[in-house]
Each structure stands twice: as C-alpha cells, then as structure tokens.
C-alpha cells in the first residue's frame, strides 16, 4: 500500500505541475523549467551521499574502530544479497542516523556519535535496517523525482509573475485562475512532497522491520531517539535542513505548524505501527 500511495502522490504532482504550467500558458515557460529543474535536481542525485555526509560534517570509520557497527551491517546486507555500504560516524551527541545514496553499489550509512551511545546492539541492528531499506527502496530517487516535480512548479509560478497576463480564457483559466495557481501551486506541490517523504518513512519502517526481523526493536529505538531529539535538538542550518528528511528522525524542535508540515510521520503513529506489526507477526 506504501507503494501504491508514493505512485499516487507522484501522479498528483506531476498533475499540479501540469495544471500550473497550463494554467499559465507557455510551453516555452513549462519546457526551460523542467530543464532547469531536472539539472539542479540530477546534481542533487548524483552527490547526494557528498552533500549529506558533508553537512553533518561526518568522516569514515573503519571496521577496526567500530567492529560491532560493521558487523551488523554485513550481516544486513547479505541478508539482503546487496553490497556492503560505506560506513561514516557525526560526531553530533544527537541520537540519529541516514542512508544516502542514489543505489546499493554507492550507499552510505551515517550514524551519530549518539545513537551509538543510546542504542543497544538490538536497537542499533533495526535502525541500520531502516536506513539500509531506504537504498533498497530506491527513495533518493524518489525523492529526486518529487524533488524535480515540485521545483518545476515553483519555477513555473517565478515565470508566471513576469509573463503578460491574458486578454482571454481561450487557452487557460484566465487570470484569475492563473493567479490563483501562482499562489496555490507551491503550497499543493509541497503538502504532496512532503506526504511522499512521509510515505516513505512508513515503507522504510516496515521493510527494515522485515529485514531485521524485530519490528518491537525497531519500536523501541524510535522512542529513545525520539527523547534524545527533544533533549538535543540540532540547530536550524540551511545545510543540515537539506540533510534531514533523510534521517530517521526529524533533527529539530519545533511544534505547532512546522510540526505539522514536518517531513516525517508523527512518532507515536510510527511505533504504533510497528508495535501492530509484531503482533501480526506473532
């Protein structure tokens, strides 16, 4: 149902971004924003590991530095039959952690100098499932794609403001309806990306679960990192924003609106999901 959920919402979005650049008219307009957001989007996509992995400020780490963390990841990783992931620690006290990576062959897994102080080895094992299935899940390119989507559209409206207004309706809504999309086109296009990356939290949790096989873990880890974010929260850098709808946890504090157009699931639905799964699975 996840995937089926991701697909509609990408259908929906690229729905707005057909309507906005109808809505005002120029294919011209429509064609120079999808290049434009196509290339800044594709960057992001081929260095995303680089961009993240920099903006935590996060350095490799060997097996001979972090014997356990390494070996629960091979043994993750084989159980999938997918390559061995590169493995880098933030020194941040922040419990958190991220997978990054447009594919298994150039995965990234980061893990904060705090997760690995909170969590116990069963704890540490169900968050690295997580982050792996994020990879395995293909959500770098998914999110690349909404990414590209809704920059389209905000593009589009940028374009709209210069563009002459119409005499007619003969081949859009007029310019009312084009003002109106102008304004309301960014905010649909961000309520659906943010409901994609949502989505995908979802999804990560339950194939992680699935790979490690203890979702109750999983449950239970999302609560300590839960608390250890409230206690610590990071600070509201333009870089680590880039970096946090991949964490497993939203990094900031923050309630009320920012709460509730945050990038991942409330927490409390998340275990409850999970906490349902292991009573499905007995």
């Known amino acids: 149902m996840n995937g089926v959920k991701t697909a509609v919402l990408i259908a929906a979005l690229s729905a707005v971004m057909l ?7 120029g294919r011209g307009g429509l064609m120079i924003a999808l290049v434009i957001a196509l290339g800044s989007n594709g960057v992001a996509y081929f260095f995303s590991d680089r961009i993240a992995l920099r903006s935590m400020r996060a350095h490799p780490i060997s097996e001979v530095e ?12 084989t159980a999938a039959r997918q390559p061995m992931p590169r493995l880098y620690v933030s020194e941040t006290p922040q419990p958190n952690a991220f997978a990054t990576g447009r594919n298994p062959r150039n995965a990234a897994v980061c893990v904060t100098r705090g997760i690995l102080q909170m ?6 094992r169900a968050v690295i499932g997580h982050e792996l299935s994020h990879v395995y899940n293909r959500d770098i390119l998914i999110a690349s794609v909404a ?30 309806g084009a003002l109106l999309m102008v304004v309301l086109g960014p905010v649909a296009a961000g309520i659906i990306q943010m409901a994609i990356s ?14 490690s096989g203890d979702p109750l873990a999983l449950a ?13 929260p990071l600070p509201a850098d333009p870089q680590i924003e880039s970096t ?23 927490m409390p639905e998340r275990i409850a999901r999970l906490e349902r799964m292991a009573g499905i699975r007995g």
């Open 19 to 25: 309507l906005v650049g109808w809505g005002l008219g």
């Open 244 to 266: 946090s709808a991949l964490m497993i946890a939203h990094p900031f504090s923050g309630g009320g609106l920012s709460k509730l157009f945050s990038t991942h699931p409330p």
């Open 198 to 211: 949502r989505t995908r939290e979802y999804q990560a949790d339950e194939s992680g679960a699935r790979l």
């Open 66 to 77: 972090a014997p356990g963390l390494y070996a629960i990841v091979r043994e993750l990783a």
């Open 119 to 124: 969590l116990d080895r069963r704890e540490l």
């Open 147 to 176: 990414a590209a989507l809704a920059t389209v559209v905000t593009y589009l409206t940028y374009l709209g403001m210069f563009l002459p207004g119409r005499s007619d309706d003969r081949e859009g809504p007029g310019m009312f």
């Open 220 to 232: 239970s880890a999302l609560r300590k990192i839960s608390g250890g974010v409230r206690a610590l």
